[in-house]
């Protein structure tokens, strides 16, 4: 005390005149000192303060979330995002997720004013002092403002540790928490937190692990999990239950250790939840698992009109079309039928072959791979050790266990000729087809201990299903393997339709030229020479032979390529590839005789709209794939509901029925040129016709096959009353076409037929009812078109419009009421054959 007022009387002292006091002398440059600390202070504060978030952002707390994609029965079928997270509500997270957080990371949250000293003080301690290990002292305030920090400027620079970065992030952080804790109370900076953390496993917040590690919301897990979840903060990759298990399980001993110290829970509580066992899933690849081709055309599609980076962070919920059960319906049916017109182009050889000394290392990696991630594979390699001398069987090793394949089982596997017809060539020994030493693809047999050859497809296939009432795309498929080509060969793919095409040109003839089942045309050679390239062209039909004079509906039962040209003659090639154009195909038409054999490349989205507009009656057909946007807030950014979507709310559904009264769609044909080109399509699809095999589906079918003559592609488009589906088989590439037995009828048709028959099942089919009462029926010969009379064996019930019947036996038409009279009777057929090379009918 005596020292304190010695020292003050000597710095008030007076020193004589002229002189100041020496507190005075001090008290000035300490002032100076002051300010220019100060303005440093400040410029530091300033330029460290810089770029941080607005404090509005956690205010109106609105983070990247993922955007979702529904299928048209509600189910998830795809994700997007940059960081997977679902904010939810304080009060939707259980008060033990809070707890168990605050005791293993800050149990001295609710006292502290956003930085624990000591805390800062302990853990430098323990890192820089006794290099013990690595130890933290932020708070949950500075975890939430160093997660702000790492979303709005990178996960690496919000974790920079060393030199003047490291520097700059610490006190960075440190301005963030302060205004944290000074615009918010506890329980919106412990919300936020609990929002913002990243948890490992794709996940941010601690719903986002709920979901990813356990399936379950947030406020539905157990005291384990919720420990779990808890411990993983501050190290997420090292106490990964997946990678690191016996860690994460010591992780989550800590957090019940604390949970039980802090009083949250008590010492049985914490003993039975130590001891339940760490049971989480993988992430589900729901993109891929579930509907990939479908997915990737609505993010496409998404990314185009809204922006990616709109998509992987602003949350949207997207509802599609499809129909979840119809599209692995369509998948399985297309697989299935891939891998069978695979086979028929023949084994295209082993995956490899080893020699002796390799075997015991590949048999022992194969066990290892079965045992892990090969455990439900069902196509699998195996080791060739031997084949039996008459080829019937070979012997196989998969890993540890021992098989037979059975020639009889490989029926399939000639070598590869696309000269051969596989209907009439089976393969009966296995001498030439695999070797001792071989490593091949097989499945199990029926029989136990026995297996199936098999081979990974180079066939691709594609199938549009689509509701002609609403317009949805119930199911889509673009390929055999999204995995190995996301290219979507339903939408991307333009490929020659051959036959399929054949419907638009001779519904262009009804409609334009008067056309009806019983016009005539000659099945008869034609040659036409193209003076640009002095090339001569002689198309002929499938069977390569000709019949001569046929009705229309003949032509088109059978598929005849001679009498198709004849009728885009009567046409006209201009007139006929604008109708095309009009009836919804978008690429471009080959204006020459070749385009009534479907010459001309399409997308096989478009045909199938064109087949739904015949469904439709003439009326143009749009396709929707994606049903309705919403955005964050529940807002709709646009809705395609329509008033047929059994999914859709009742005031949505009234909503869009009467949006509908001012969206008329189109109308491209006569109802009346529809249905008649409809009617004839029914006929196709039964036997003999070539989509005959449709038949099996019991239900009323319109339809058409299509083959290249090349036999490149293979088509079916084909329709019921509900449910218009489109099929196309083939190589991506033109090297080599398939077999003669390829046909539409034989390849794309089976696949079309197994998804029909499970998509409509127990879904009954109307028949095909005519527009109107310019509908009549006759009764006909059917290999003439003629009036059936007393002699016809089998007559045949055909459509007709009204006034362009087939005379009766006298030659009179019978005439509809009020309708002109017929001036003149059907052509001869030699008149026929003449006005048809001139384009006179």
Same mark, same amino acid.
């Given at each position: 005390?005596?020292?304190?007022?010695?020292v003050?009387?000597?710095?008030?002292?007076?020193?004589?005149?002229?002189?100041?006091?020496?507190?005075?002398?001090?008290?000035?440059?300490?002032?100076?000192?002051?300010?220019?600390?100060?303005?440093?202070?400040?410029?530091?504060?300033?330029?460290?303060?810089?770029?941080?978030?607005?404090?509005?952002?956690?205010?109106?707390?609105?983070?990247?979330?993922?955007?979702?994609?529904w299928?048209?029965?509600?189910?998830?079928?795809?994700?997007?995002?940059?960081?997977?997270?679902?904010?939810?509500?304080?009060d939707?997270?259980?008060?033990r997720?809070?707890?168990? $957080?605050?005791?293993?990371?800050?149990?001295?949250?609710?006292?502290?004013?956003? *930085?624990?000293?000591?805390?800062?003080l302990?853990?430098?301690?323990?890192?820089?002092?006794?290099?013990?290990?690595?130890v933290?002292?932020?708070?949950?305030?500075?975890?939430?403002a160093?997660a702000?920090?790492?979303?709005?400027?990178? *996960?690496?620079?919000?974790?920079?540790?060393?030199?003047?970065?490291g520097?700059?992030?610490?006190?960075?952080?440190?301005?963030?928490?302060?205004?944290?804790?000074?615009?918010?109370?506890k329980?919106?900076?412990?919300?936020?937190?609990?929002?913002?953390?990243?948890?490992?496993?794709?996940?941010?917040?601690?719903?986002?692990?709920?979901?990813?590690?356990?399936?379950?919301?947030?406020w539905?897990?157990?005291?384990?999990?919720?420990?779990?979840?808890?411990?993983?903060?501050?190290?997420?990759?090292?106490?990964?239950?997946?990678?690191?298990?016996?860690?994460?399980?010591?992780r989550?001993?800590?957090?019940?250790? #604390?949970?039980?110290?802090?009083?949250?829970?008590?010492?049985?509580?914490?003993?039975a939840?130590?001891?339940?066992?760490?049971?989480?899933?993988?992430?589900?690849?729901?993109?891929?698992?579930?509907?990939?081709?479908?997915?990737?055309?609505?993010?496409?599609?998404?990314?185009?009109?809204?922006?990616?980076?709109?998509?992987?962070?602003?949350?949207?919920?997207?509802?599609?079309?499809?129909?979840?059960?119809?599209?692995?319906?369509?998948?399985?049916a297309?697989?299935?039928?891939?891998?069978?017109?695979?086979? #028929?182009?023949?084994?295209?050889?082993?995956?490899?072959?080893?020699?002796?000394?390799?075997?015991?290392?590949?048999?022992?990696?194969?066990?290892?791979?079965?045992?892990?991630?090969?455990?439900?594979?069902?196509?699998? /390699?195996?080791?060739?050790?031997?084949?039996?001398?008459?080829?019937?069987?070979?012997?196989?090793?998969?890993?540890?266990?021992?098989?037979?394949?059975q020639?009889?089982?490989?029926?399939?596997a000639?070598?590869?000729?696309?000269?051969?017809?596989?209907?009439?060539?089976?393969?009966?020994s296995? #001498?030439?087809?695999?070797?001792?030493?071989?490593?091949?693809?097989v499945?199990?047999?029926?029989?136990?201990?026995?297996?199936?050859?098999?081979?990974?497809p180079?066939?691709?296939?594609?199938?549009?299903?689509?509701?002609?009432?609403?317009?949805?795309?119930?199911?889509?498929?673009?390929g055999?393997?999204?995995?190995?080509?996301?290219?979507?060969?339903?939408?991307?793919?333009?490929?020659?339709?051959?036959?399929?095409?054949?419907?638009?040109?001779?519904?262009?003839?009804?409609?334009q030229?008067?056309?009806?089942?019983?016009?005539?045309?000659?099945?008869?050679?034609?040659?036409?020479?193209?003076?640009?390239?002095?090339?001569?062209?002689?198309?002929e039909?499938?069977?390569?032979?000709? $019949?001569?004079?046929v009705?229309?509906?003949?032509?088109?039962?059978?598929?005849?390529?001679l009498?198709?040209?004849?009728?885009?003659? !009567?046409?006209? *090639?201009?007139?006929?590839?604008?109708?095309?154009?009009?009836?919804?195909?978008?690429?471009?038409?080959?204006?020459?005789?070749?385009?009534?054999?479907?010459?001309?490349?399409?997308?096989l989205?478009?045909l199938?709209?064109?087949?739904?507009?015949?469904?439709?009656?003439?009326?143009?057909?749009?396709?929707?794939?994606?049903?309705r946007?919403?955005?964050?807030?529940?807002?709709?950014?646009?809705?395609?509901?329509?008033?047929?979507?059994?999914w859709?709310?009742?005031?949505?559904?009234?909503?869009?029925?009467?949006?509908?009264?001012?969206?008329?769609?189109? =109308?491209?044909?006569?109802?009346?040129?529809?249905?008649?080109? =409809?009617?004839?399509?029914?006929?196709?699809?039964?036997?003999?016709?070539?989509?005959?095999?449709?038949?099996?589906?019991?239900?009323?079918?319109?339809?058409?096959?299509?083959?290249?003559?090349?036999?490149?592609?293979?088509?079916?488009?084909?329709?019921?009353?509900?449910?218009?589906?489109?099929?196309?088989?083939?190589?991506?590439?033109?090297?080599?076409?398939m077999?003669?037995?390829?046909?539409?009828?034989?390849?794309?048709?089976?696949?079309?037929?197994?998804?029909?028959?499970?998509?409509?099942?127990?879904?009954?089919? !109307?028949?095909?009812?005519?527009?109107?009462?310019?509908?009549?029926?006759?009764? *006909?010969?059917?290999?003439?078109?003629?009036? !059936?009379? /007393?002699?016809?064996?089998q007559?045949?019930?055909?459509?007709?419009?009204?006034?362009?019947?087939?005379?009766?036996?006298?030659?009179?038409?019978?005439?509809?009421?009020?309708?002109?009279?017929?001036?003149?009777?059907?052509?001869?057929?030699?008149?026929?054959?003449?006005?048809?090379l001139?384009?006179?009918?």
């Open positions: 005390m005596d020292f304190i007022l010695r003050y009387r000597r710095l008030t002292a007076d020193r004589g005149p002229g002189k100041r006091p020496l507190w005075v002398l001090i008290a000035i440059p300490c002032a100076v000192v002051a300010v220019l600390a100060s303005g440093v202070l400040v410029a530091a504060y300033i330029a460290f303060a810089r770029g941080l978030p607005s404090i509005d952002w956690a205010r109106h707390y609105r983070p990247p979330i993922v955007s979702t994609i299928s048209g029965d509600e189910q998830l079928i795809g994700e997007f995002y940059n960081e997977r997270r679902v904010v939810v509500p304080y939707r997270i259980p008060k997720m809070k707890q168990a $957080v605050i005791a293993s990371e800050d149990a001295g949250f609710f006292e502290h004013s956003g *930085v624990s000293y000591t805390g800062l302990r853990g430098l301690y323990q890192t820089y002092l006794r290099h013990k290990r690595i933290g002292g932020s708070t949950l305030s500075q975890q939430t160093k702000i920090l790492a979303s709005a400027e990178g *996960v690496k620079a919000a974790h920079e540790r060393h030199g003047m970065a520097v700059r992030r610490k006190i960075r952080e440190f301005i963030l928490t302060r205004r944290l804790e000074t615009n918010f109370d329980e919106h900076i412990l919300w936020l937190y609990l929002n913002e953390v990243y948890l490992g496993h794709h996940s941010y917040g601690v719903q986002a692990a709920a979901e990813n590690y356990f399936r379950k919301n947030v539905e897990l157990s005291l384990p999990e919720i420990a779990l979840i808890a411990g993983l903060p501050q190290a997420p990759t090292e106490f990964s239950p997946f990678a690191h298990p016996d860690k994460a399980k010591n989550r001993s800590y957090v019940l250790r #604390r949970m039980t110290e802090e009083g949250m829970i008590t010492q049985e509580e914490r003993e939840a130590d001891a339940a066992p760490i049971k989480v899933y993988p992430v589900q690849d729901i993109f891929r698992e579930t509907a990939p081709y479908v997915t990737e055309h609505i993010r496409r599609d998404l990314v185009a009109r809204y922006t990616n980076d709109r998509l992987l962070n602003d949350g949207l919920k997207v509802y599609a079309t499809v129909d979840l059960e119809r599209e692995h319906d369509a998948i399985a297309t697989i299935r039928g891939v891998i069978d017109a695979d086979k #028929r182009q023949g084994y295209r050889g082993a995956l490899m072959h080893l020699q002796p000394r390799e075997w015991d290392e590949f048999t022992r990696k194969e066990q290892a791979f079965l045992e892990g991630d090969g455990a439900h594979d069902e196509v699998i /390699a195996a080791l060739v050790t031997s084949v039996e001398k008459k080829g019937e069987a070979a012997n196989i090793q998969i890993g540890s266990q021992k098989g037979v394949i020639a009889s089982s490989a029926w399939w000639r070598k590869p000729n696309p000269e051969v017809n596989s209907e009439y060539y089976k393969q009966t296995l #001498r030439g087809v695999v070797t001792a030493g071989d490593v091949v693809l499945r199990p047999a029926s029989r136990k201990g026995e297996w199936e050859l098999e081979q990974e180079k066939l691709q296939g594609a199938a549009i299903s689509v509701d002609p009432n609403s317009g949805y795309v119930v199911a889509m498929i673009g055999y393997d999204f995995e190995k080509s996301e290219f979507n060969r339903a939408f991307q793919a333009c490929r020659q339709p051959g036959s399929a095409f054949k419907p638009l040109v001779y519904s262009a003839a009804i409609e030229r008067n056309f009806t089942a019983s016009t005539i045309l000659l099945d008869a050679p034609i040659v036409t020479d193209d003076d640009t390239t002095g090339r001569r062209w002689k198309p039909n499938y069977e390569q032979e000709f $019949v001569g004079e009705p229309v509906r003949l032509a088109l039962i059978h598929s005849m390529n009498p198709a040209i004849r009728t885009l003659q !009567a046409v006209g *090639v201009k007139s006929a590839a604008a109708w095309a154009h009009k009836l919804g195909i978008s690429t471009k038409i080959n204006e020459d005789l070749s385009m009534a054999l479907g010459s001309s490349c399409v997308y989205s478009d199938t709209g064109v087949y739904a507009t015949f469904n439709r009656l003439g009326r143009r057909a749009k396709m929707i794939y994606l049903r946007v919403l955005d964050r807030d529940g807002r709709i950014l646009e809705d395609h509901s329509s008033f047929y979507d059994p859709t709310w009742e005031d949505d559904r009234i909503a869009a029925g009467y949006a509908k009264l001012f969206d008329v769609p189109e =109308q491209v044909m006569t109802p009346e040129t529809a249905f008649l080109t =409809q009617q004839l399509m029914t006929e196709v699809c039964k036997p003999p016709g070539t989509g005959g095999r449709a038949a099996a589906l019991g239900k009323p079918v319109a339809g058409k096959t299509g083959t290249t003559n090349d036999l490149f592609d293979a088509w079916f488009m084909g329709y019921t009353r509900d449910l218009v589906t489109g099929v196309w088989v083939g190589f991506d590439t033109y090297e080599s076409p077999d003669k037995y390829a046909t539409g009828g034989h390849y794309a048709l089976p696949i079309w037929l197994d998804y029909m028959q499970k998509a409509l099942k127990a879904v009954p089919q !109307a028949d095909f009812e005519a527009p109107s009462e310019k509908i009549v029926w006759v009764d *006909v010969d059917g290999d003439t078109g003629k009036r !059936a009379t /007393a002699e016809t064996r007559p045949v019930r055909e459509a007709y419009l009204k006034g362009n019947e087939p005379p009766d036996e006298t030659g009179a038409v019978v005439v509809a009421p009020g309708q002109p009279p017929q001036q003149t009777q059907a052509p001869t057929a030699s008149q026929a054959a003449d006005q048809m001139k384009g006179g009918l």
